[in-house]
């Protein structure tokens, strides 16, 4: 298919296909909705945000992205239409509890998006209870993800505070969306990078077998391997046969969260390396295992390019880490960071081909893994240049369940826009795991994080037996 409607058509990124691959055994559709809103404690004029959002439509190519299926070919394409003119409502929550417009919201979030030649978003100006103005945005994960989310917001506010107040600059262009999809299309036609990160990947798969990790303990392992007759079996299921899915938000304070990345800043990490080694050495003391996996989210947005272009970019992967009890929570650190660095060189690379290939190599059962959960640290936030100018106005966002997970666990960590602490976001299968469990596991990989980061050069096997 070469056009659609008169528009220039073009293919699925692998990024895309992923989120296809597993939608397709889910009950619901709208397993693959995004919905978040972004209230500010401000009085708004809502014609003038209207124009703001359509503004940012027109400079977003992505978000005015339009889905059809070849039926000849059997494959799915997408198209970019010229303009977004369908209106953009004004729902008023006033007189409503806090909790009645979060269920609407949630409402919200749970209608699909399946629809050939249609929208694949929407955005809604809300006004909460609490006197909060801004927008509810719920869009297909094909083409949003956590960094495009945050962009487009942005976007809008920078563009209405453009307008209506004096000395805000009018913010920088958006990057081409379709330009992005063309490079991933070289990147994917048998390029030299792509056969240099297959034979990375490969070499790394046939190293060694992973082995799997619990949440809650080596009790899924063990059944697995009671199931199976297999004592030596190292893979476990890593969900419920259920898709149905919850949402479990943790906080955790300003202060405490200055702490970790005053740390990281001070050791020349990442967060996202501190919250891994935070995580693997929570599994490694309630396993009693130093041979570690999870699956570890990256946003493939090193570029102004890919930093801009919106969309969907995130691939994930296995990361594995062998850590000896006997090594200090510096050292591990710095292992981590290391690894990490390394694998970002070949993250472009199809994860659905890497996950195939190991399964193939190590003759995995079917629905078994070895990564127990997925890990997404989101640094991106709305408290960045332009939006610090406003004199302190508080800001609010809020994520919503579309009801269902294709895994286990996944923990998105994100910045809160309103005083910069962190967020813990479990969306986990409602029969995988509790919220008690959860909050459990929360509690104690904090505890180690802070442990380490007062005693970064005491042994992790003393940190464990401390925490």
Same mark, same amino acid.
Request: charged share 30%; aromatic share 14%; glycine share 6%.
């Given at each position: 298919?070469?056009?659609?409607?008169?528009?220039?058509?073009?293919?699925?990124?692998?990024?895309?296909?992923?989120?296809?691959?597993?939608?397709?055994?889910?009950?619901?559709?709208?397993?693959?909705?995004?919905?978040?809103?972004?209230?500010?404690?401000?009085?708004?004029?809502?014609? @003038? =945000?209207?124009?703001?959002?359509?503004?940012?439509?027109?400079?977003?190519?992505?978000?005015?992205?339009?889905?059809?299926?070849?039926?000849?070919?059997?494959?799915?394409?997408?198209?970019?239409?010229?303009?977004?003119? !369908?209106?953009?409502?004004?729902?008023?929550?006033?007189?409503?509890?806090?909790?009645?417009?979060?269920?609407?919201?949630?409402?919200?979030?749970?209608?699909?998006?399946?629809?050939?030649?249609?929208?694949?978003?929407?955005?809604?100006?809300?006004?909460?209870?609490?006197?909060?103005?801004?927008?509810?945005?719920?869009?297909?994960?094909?083409?949003?993800?956590?960094?495009?989310?945050?962009?487009?917001?942005?976007?809008?506010?920078?563009?209405?505070?453009?307008?209506?107040?004096?000395?805000?600059?009018?913010?920088?262009?958006? !990057?081409?969306?379709?330009?992005?999809?063309?490079?991933?299309?070289?990147?994917?036609?048998?390029?030299?990078?792509?056969?240099?990160?297959? @034979?990375?990947?490969? +070499?790394?798969?046939?190293?060694?077998?992973?082995?799997?990790?619990?949440?809650?303990?080596?009790? !899924?392992?063990?059944?697995?391997?009671?199931?199976?007759?297999?004592?030596?079996?190292?893979?476990?299921?890593?969900?419920?046969?259920?898709?149905?899915?919850?949402?479990?938000?943790?906080?955790? @304070?300003?202060?405490?969260?200055? *702490?970790?990345?005053?740390?990281?800043?001070?050791?020349?990490?990442?967060?996202?390396? =501190?919250?891994?080694?935070?995580? !693997?050495?929570? =599994?490694?003391?309630?396993?009693?295992?130093?041979?570690?996996?999870?699956?570890?989210?990256?946003?493939?947005?090193?570029?102004?390019?890919?930093?801009?272009?919106?969309?969907?970019?995130?691939?994930?992967?296995?990361?594995?880490?062998?850590?000896?009890?006997?090594?200090?929570?510096?050292?591990?650190?710095?292992?981590?960071? &290391?690894?990490?660095?390394?694998?970002?060189?070949?993250?472009?690379?199809?994860?659905?081909?890497? /996950?195939?290939?190991? *399964?193939?190599?190590?003759?995995?059962?079917?629905?078994?893994?070895?990564?127990?959960?997925?890990?997404?640290?989101?640094?991106?936030? =709305? *408290?960045?240049?332009?939006?610090?100018?406003?004199?302190?106005?508080?800001?609010?966002?809020?994520?919503?369940?579309?009801?269902?997970?294709?895994?286990?666990?996944?923990?998105?960590?994100?910045?809160?826009?309103? &005083?910069?602490?962190?967020?813990?976001?479990?969306?986990?299968?409602?029969?995988?795991?509790? +919220?008690?469990? /959860?909050?459990?596991?929360?509690?104690?990989?904090?505890?180690?994080?802070?442990?380490?980061?007062?005693?970064?050069?005491?042994?992790?096997?003393?940190?464990?037996?401390?925490?």
């Amino acid at each position: 298919m070469k056009t659609r409607k008169g528009y220039k058509t073009y293919p699925l990124t692998v990024a895309q296909k992923f989120h296809n691959y597993y939608s397709e055994y889910c009950p619901g559709k709208e397993i693959l909705n995004v919905g978040t809103s972004l209230t500010i404690e401000f009085e708004l004029n809502i014609d @003038e =945000l209207r124009k703001a959002i359509y503004k940012a439509y027109e400079r977003c190519e992505s978000m005015r992205a339009r889905l059809v299926f070849d039926k000849k070919e059997k494959e799915w394409y997408q198209y970019i239409a010229d303009k977004e003119d !369908r209106e953009i409502e004004f729902v008023d929550f006033t007189g409503k509890t806090m909790e009645e417009a979060e269920a609407e919201m949630t409402a919200w979030t749970r209608v699909p998006f399946d629809k050939e030649d249609e929208p694949m978003n929407k955005v809604t100006i809300i006004k909460t209870p609490d006197g909060y103005e801004g927008m509810y945005l719920v869009g297909d994960h094909r083409f949003l993800d956590a960094q495009s989310l945050i962009g487009f917001m942005k976007d809008v506010i920078e563009l209405y505070c453009n307008a209506n107040f004096e000395g805000i600059p009018y913010p920088a262009d958006m !990057r081409s969306y379709t330009a992005q999809i063309e490079k991933d299309m070289a990147y994917e036609a048998g390029s030299k990078a792509q056969a240099r990160d297959r @034979e990375y990947f490969r +070499r790394l798969i046939e190293a060694s077998e992973p082995i799997y990790n619990g949440i809650t303990g080596p009790q !899924r392992l063990e059944d697995a391997r009671a199931a199976t007759g297999n004592p030596n079996l190292r893979a476990a299921p890593t969900g419920s046969d259920s898709f149905a899915a919850a949402i479990d938000i943790f906080h955790l @304070e300003e202060e405490p969260t200055t *702490r970790l990345m005053s740390f990281c800043e001070q050791e020349h990490i990442s967060l996202q390396c =501190l919250l891994v080694m935070g995580i !693997r050495t929570y =599994l490694q003391k309630i396993n009693q295992n130093d041979d570690v996996s999870l699956q570890v989210a990256y946003a493939r947005r090193a570029t102004l390019q890919e930093k801009k272009s919106g969309g969907t970019r995130i691939h994930s992967f296995p990361f594995r880490t062998v850590i000896s009890e006997e090594q200090t929570f510096l050292e591990g650190i710095h292992e981590i960071r &290391d690894r990490q660095n390394e694998v970002f060189r070949y993250v472009n690379f199809n994860p659905t081909e890497y /996950l195939g290939y190991r *399964r193939e190599f190590y003759k995995t059962p079917l629905g078994m893994g070895y990564e127990s959960m997925s890990l997404t640290y989101q640094p991106a936030t =709305l *408290r960045e240049k332009g939006l610090t100018d406003l004199g302190g106005i508080k800001y609010k966002t809020k994520r919503y369940c579309n009801g269902y997970y294709a895994d286990g666990l996944y923990l998105t960590v994100m910045h809160r826009p309103d &005083d910069n602490g962190l967020d813990f976001s479990f969306e986990h299968q409602t029969k995988a795991y509790t +919220r008690e469990q /959860l909050e459990y596991f929360y509690y104690y990989f904090c505890k180690i994080m802070f442990k380490g980061i007062e005693t970064p050069n005491m042994k992790i096997g003393d940190i464990i037996k401390l925490v």
